[in-house]
């Protein structure tokens, strides 16, 4: 028999209490320029396996040939989104690049180039070293992806990270940054866009829009809130101390393990009973911490969970 100890997570604390707030819809952006303290970025080169890319005058998606070698690039970027309070309630997640006219990789004038430029950005699960090279570029997690589909517009680049940036957000999954490489690494195909070293205008951006509590995302007022879990060979159940009513009439259950894989998820009608029981669908955990994320447009909370 295993058994589970779970916290609430709102700003920092374990266990608090929540108040009404009005609401407000927000976008903040986010530049991305070389040297400050909420930006970083690496090329990394194949032909160069153990060197690190000096200049960074671009960020590169590409696959070539530097005369006698091949040249595929991959850019590593890094966006610091710590001042972001973990309960905000997130829309979306955009990165925004443009391509550069002026690109010393690829085809000059032709920064968007070939029939296979579908690139791929990819969440990293480990650090980022001090000094990047491609030798010793950060893990990512394939199961976490967003896709840049094949173009040869030079039009500003939109890229969903949404999912990305949650996870970062609402404590799911370490900040390391993102990846960004060829779907397929093969020559001649390129996508290259301007770097933090740009102008402002130019360079990359994060733009993250969400909003805040209104009367119609409702959470109980001035009150402390406590869930406890219970887990055994014939299943998971949650029990709510906090009387939330209707507000969390068929929510959403999404259970996370510590690196941010998805374990379980399900949609769950608590009417008014406030307890959820999953032994209709027996759920293998192996001890360790948890994060348990239960939410629809009128309630949210990350839970952490410790199995025993």
């Not at 696959?63 to 001042?83: E, G, H, L, M, Y």
């Not at 990047?132 to 680049?157: E, H, R």
């Amino acid at each position: 028999m295993k058994f589970l100890t779970a916290f609430i997570l709102v700003s920092g604390n374990l266990i608090c209490s929540i108040g009404m707030a009005q609401m407000g819809n927000f976008v903040d952006s986010i530049v991305g320029q070389f040297g400050s303290a909420s930006y970083k970025q690496y090329n990394i080169g194949i032909a160069t396996p153990t060197t690190a890319d000096s200049a960074q005058l671009e960020i590169v998606s590409e696959a070539w040939t530097c005369f006698p070698v091949i040249c595929n690039f991959r850019s590593i970027i890094w966006f610091d989104v710590s001042k972001f309070s973990q309960s905000l309630f997130l829309d979306s997640a955009k990165l925004m690049l443009t391509p550069t006219l002026n690109n010393i990789n690829g085809i000059p004038g032709t920064p968007m180039y070939g029939t296979a430029n579908a690139s791929e950005v990819y969440l990293n699960i480990s650090p980022i070293p001090g000094i990047v090279t491609w030798n010793n570029q950060p893990q990512v997690d394939l199961g976490n992806v967003s896709i840049i589909k094949a173009t040869n517009s030079n039009s500003i680049t939109d890229i969903d990270i949404t999912i990305f940036v949650e996870k970062w957000i609402k404590g799911l999954r370490p900040n390391y940054g993102i990846t960004m490489r060829l779907q397929n690494e093969i020559h001649y195909n390129s996508m290259i866009f301007h770097s933090g070293k740009s102008t402002i205008q130019n360079a990359p951006k994060l733009k993250i829009y969400y909003h805040t509590n209104d009367s119609g995302i409702a959470q109980t007022p001035n009150t402390t809130t406590y869930i406890g879990y219970n887990y055994t060979d014939d299943g998971f159940t949650i029990f709510f101390n906090d009387d939330i009513g209707s507000l969390a009439e068929n929510i959403e259950v999404e259970i996370f393990d510590d690196i941010a894989r998805l374990v379980y998820a399900q949609p769950y009608n608590f009417r008014a009973s406030n307890q959820l029981s999953l032994s209709a669908n027996k759920i293998n955990m192996a001890a360790g911490n948890y994060f348990v994320r239960l939410g629809n447009e009128k309630y949210q909370k990350v839970l952490r969970l410790l199995v025993n």
